[in-house]
């Protein structure tokens, strides 16, 4: 059975706190996609109440009418404390940051500073979709590495995709998503420090999707890009918005190391108009109270990626997968329950549960699902007995 998080900070589990019935109340895209019969854990939103002290900020924002364009450097600076505080870096320099409306929004003007049109920009598949949406619609030639068997980044691989890149003398640019989304592994100090090293010796520029950071699982650390020796001349986009559940929220922040601080200062200064003020302030809220808030989910997401394993175990042994370090996302390798290369397709038909078709993934994502399990126990259980409902 599940072991009750009780975590130190004696926050209790916010995946506990919602019920099916509350959660159908909503609006967003998880909600709203699919028919009520259908159990959504396919997009990246979680059943969760928010973070009292967001809640907190949010509202004393409405009830000034402090609706207006954002300013000032709140949010950069929550963050450098954060990021000083949890991964032990003192490198985040506020003056090397801006505000962007959102991540891709962020990733899509970073890969702008360092690159043109046509010019290849280097993924791992399987990952992150909208990765190949957001890149193929600024004209940039997506250009795959994809990971290991292993799920974790191939250095060779990315060495010969480098190398292939640059060979006609034209730019590129990596954009390596730490921790990865899907398979939630977590970048080390070694692998990134390889990364940067490749990058420099072969001209290409990094832009690093660091959304994830916050939400690294007991067991792995999480290791800023930029913080690595040869990280100076990357870029980062970081936000709130996963880890305390914000993406209706829209803001992030672009993060330049001491050698990229040039590139970033050329960023257009009307991209800072498209955040939202009070996104601003809900993501800064969440980075400087929220604090024992992530640690209690954290504790019981860490319960959930157990319980999956032990349900998947016992009622779907043919379901290949290895727990996520980080996020709250589980990758699950379908192909030997003969249900060909969409086993979504599947499971969303017979057993009438959402899961993301590896299919949008690219290479590797064939016969693939995606898992969100930032949702109660109760409702992982629904799911795992709709998933075997569907083979029967
Ligand atoms: C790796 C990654 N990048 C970016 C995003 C989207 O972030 P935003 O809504 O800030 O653009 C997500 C959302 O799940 C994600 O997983």
Not at 171 to 191: K, W
Not at 198 to 225: C, T
Not at 355 to 374: C, E, I, K, P, Q
Request: glycine share 10%.
């Amino acid at each position: 059975m599940t072991r009750i998080a009780h975590d130190p900070s004696g926050e209790p589990n916010p995946l506990r706190a919602l019920t099916l019935a509350g959660l159908r109340r909503r609006t967003s895209m998880k909600w709203r996609t699919y028919p009520d019969d259908v159990l959504p854990l396919w997009v990246a939103e979680m059943d969760v109440p928010l973070a009292e002290p967001v809640v907190r900020a949010v509202t004393d924002a409405l009830a000034l009418g402090d609706t207006g364009y954002p300013a000032g450097t709140a949010y950069a600076q929550a963050l450098a404390a954060f990021a000083e505080k949890r991964w032990g870096w003192d490198g985040l320099a506020v003056e090397r940051t801006a505000i962007v409306p959102d991540v891709m929004l962020g990733v899509v003007e970073m890969v702008k500073l360092v690159s043109g049109p046509g010019d290849p920009v280097i993924v791992n598949p399987p990952v992150y979709p909208p990765f190949f949406q957001f890149l193929t619609h600024l004209d940039r030639r997506v250009t795959e590495a994809p990971l290991g068997v292993d799920g974790r980044l191939d250095l060779d691989v990315l060495e010969e995709t480098f190398r292939a890149s640059v060979a006609g003398g034209g730019r590129a640019a990596y954009l390596l998503c730490s921790p990865h989304n899907p398979t939630g592994t977590v970048h080390t100090a070694a692998e990134l420090s390889a990364v940067a090293a490749l990058a420099d010796r072969y001209g290409v520029r990094v832009v690093a999707d660091e959304i994830h950071a916050p939400l690294v699982l007991p067991g792995a650390d999480f290791v800023p890009y930029l913080s690595v020796p040869g990280g100076e001349r990357g870029l980062s986009l970081m936000s709130a918005s996963k880890a305390w559940n914000l993406a209706g929220l829209k803001a992030a922040l672009a993060v330049a190391g001491p050698e990229a601080a040039a590139d970033l200062a050329r960023m257009p200064e009307e991209v800072g108009h498209g955040p939202s003020h009070v996104g601003v302030i809900a993501h800064t809220a969440a980075l400087r109270d929220g604090i024992p808030w992530l640690d209690a989910l954290l504790a019981g997401l860490d319960d959930n990626r157990r319980l999956l394993a032990d349900l998947l175990a016992a009622r779907l042994p043919a379901i290949a997968h290895r727990p996520a370090e980080a996020t709250y996302l589980t990758w699950l390798d379908c192909r030997a329950l003969g249900l060909g290369d969409d086993p979504a397709a599947a499971f969303l038909h017979r057993g009438r549960v959402a899961l993301n078709s590896g299919l949008r993934f690219g290479t590797g994502g064939a016969g693939h699902v995606r898992l969100n399990l930032a949702t109660s126990p109760e409702i992982v259980e629904e799911a795992v007995r709709r998933m075997a409902a569907a083979l029967d």
